[in-house]
RNA sequence: GGCGACUUAGCCAAGUGGUAAGGCAGCGGUCUGCAAAACCGCGAUCCCGGGUUCGAUUCCCGGAGUCGCCUCCA
């Protein structure tokens, strides 16, 4: 079995074979530190994540980069009207951007190049596009000169002709009265000495457009020609567009072999954005109470990447159900391995549904990522497993057999050991209430019990008598 | 105006040319002192109309609805 992912640029899910083998090198376009991100940003890092993470199951090295946008209009904009400088003002963003990204347990990239610290490789990148006479200069600025790369638009597969210009209604008009065309895009905007955000360049003082800072970072970091180019849909055109258009026109080279692009997430039927004002952060939902790890669970399982998903908040409250009873299978898994015996005579039925599922959740994330098909067969081996271990038919191996897999799924999911680890402590009020109802039970003083049963549940702690004793979690 | 995606049970959502995974919710049951947890059982002919086919939810055409992109939004 290969992975399969599929690839904006071919349009078609293609095998993925790294250019040096062994290796792949990812570009991942990060965020734009002028706001907290909210969690539609989020759901696109996390579909990264899980691509990186599959990449890495499979036994692939792969080198991730994200770049951390801390100069643009919108920072500028902000910055000046809170009397702040760049760095001052992106500080808390981008510290905002790294707690949410270890709350949602995403692994770190390996470096996050920032814009500002990329002004001499963009300048020189700039330097070489007006040299082979793709970009021209014009009022201060320098353009890039579309008509001069005929790919332009393969990526997206528009043809150029047909759009409407300025029919986003985000076209800032005065900024087109320089270019020879309207769809010639700026690598140098014009600038002062002493603005808040200007460097000395040899066209002149100014600050670079925001497509470049991705070429420049990312052909740094990974080379002229690399493997994957990851961004939300939204990106697609014109960002990365451009991206290949001043790459290519400048080395000559295929600039990324494949493109990756997850969709949106929506809410009340329209795309969570900060411009709409209906967007919601992850520390939002903290403070209503959600587990980030349910936020996780749901924006990667709850639809397909390339599918838009629904954005609810019962959603979340299904998915911390159902990470509950994944982490709660986990740990009987772990417990029963410590404690049962080896099942006699032939295999451990759990064993052979255990290494089943395992395949099957394999096969469905090779097959573009299929995380919602995967999680199925992860319900069906619980349901399996549970059923089995209530019947006393399995045994230490099945059990064993039943946490590698979970284990191997986790390393994708990212979800379940995390849950599982949470060490629930008892506060000596509540272990005294505890107890004390142990005892209640065992003096058959059942109204007393059901009492203390309802309390302990009243300050956030659920009961659960078993066979084995009185076990608790909190809810 | 151009381009594209989507429409599957109350909700979320996989998937296939031969009558449809999984999760949540609901109902009934087993277990339990009672609960909880766990387990068992119960639900959809896949937006509408036409076509291709022995057979379509799955392919083609048309329609309706929803959504996205069309120059600095993940």
Not at 77 to 87: D, E, F, R, V, Y
Not at 382 to 404: I, P, Q, Y
Request: aromatic share 8%; charged share 25%; proline share 4%.
């Amino acid at each position: 079995m290969t992975f399969r992912l599929f690839d904006t640029l071919s349009g078609a899910v293609e095998v993925v074979e790294p250019l040096n083998p062994g290796r792949i090198g990812m570009y991942t376009c990060g965020p734009t530190v002028h706001d907290q991100a909210h969690i539609g940003n989020l759901r696109t890092y996390l579909a990264e994540d899980l691509l990186r993470r599959h990449l890495e199951a499979r036994g692939l090295q792969v080198t991730q980069i994200m770049n951390i946008t801390d100069v643009d209009d919108k920072i500028i904009a902000k910055a000046s009207a809170a009397g702040s400088g760049l760095a001052e003002f992106t500080a808390p963003f981008v510290e905002a951007f790294f707690r949410d990204l270890e709350r949602l347990n995403i692994q770190p990239a390996h470096f996050y190049p920032r814009a500002t610290g990329y002004i001499g490789p963009m300048i020189e990148l700039v330097q070489r596009l007006l040299d082979s006479g793709h970009a021209y200069q014009s009022d201060g600025s320098v353009y890039f000169r579309i008509s001069s790369f005929p790919d332009y638009g393969r990526l997206t597969h528009l043809d150029t002709a047909g759009l409407k210009t300025g029919a986003s209604g985000r076209i800032d008009s005065d900024e087109y009265e320089a270019k020879e065309t309207v769809r010639d895009f700026v690598l140098w905007k014009a600038g002062r000495r002493g603005d808040l955000a200007a460097w000395d360049s040899p066209f002149g003082w100014g600050r670079p457009g925001w497509h470049l800072e991705c070429s420049a970072m990312a052909m740094d970091q990974l080379g002229e020609s690399f493997d994957l180019h990851c961004g939300g849909v939204d990106n697609k055109f014109p960002h990365h567009e451009n991206e290949i258009a001043q790459s290519e026109a400048a080395t000559g080279r295929t600039f990324v072999k494949h493109w990756f692009h997850p969709e949106h997430l929506l809410i009340a039927g329209g795309k969570m954005a900060k411009s709409q004002g209906n967007f919601v952060t992850l520390s939002a939902l903290m403070e209503r109470g959600h587990d980030p790890l349910a936020v996780r669970f749901l924006l990667l399982t709850g639809a397909h990447y390339r599918h838009k998903l629904q954005f609810k908040e019962s959603l979340l409250e299904e998915a911390a159900k159902d990470l509950e009873r994944l982490a709660s299978f986990w740990k009987r898994c772990a417990q029963a391995e410590a404690d049962l015996p080896t099942v006699p005579g032939g295999p451990d039925p759990l064993a052979v549904a255990s290494a089943r599922a395992a395949e099957l959740f394999e096969e469905a994330l090779d097959d573009d990522l299929n995380l919602p098909d995967a999680i199925g067969t992860i319900f069906e081996l619980l349901r399996e497993g549970n059923r089995l271990l209530d019947k006393g038919l399995a045994g230490r191996e099945g059990a064993a057999s039943a946490l590698t897999t979970l284990r191997q799924a986790d390393t994708r999911l990212g979800v379940i050991e995390r849950r599982a680890a949470v060490e629930e402590v008892l506060t000596s009020i509540e272990a005294a209430l505890l107890k004390q109802r142990e005892q209640a039970r065992r003096d058959r003083d059942y109204a007393a019990s059901d009492r203390l049963r309802d309390e302990l549940l009243g300050i956030g702690i659920q009961v659960e008598d078993t066979k084995d004793g009185t076990r608790w979690h909190r809810v």
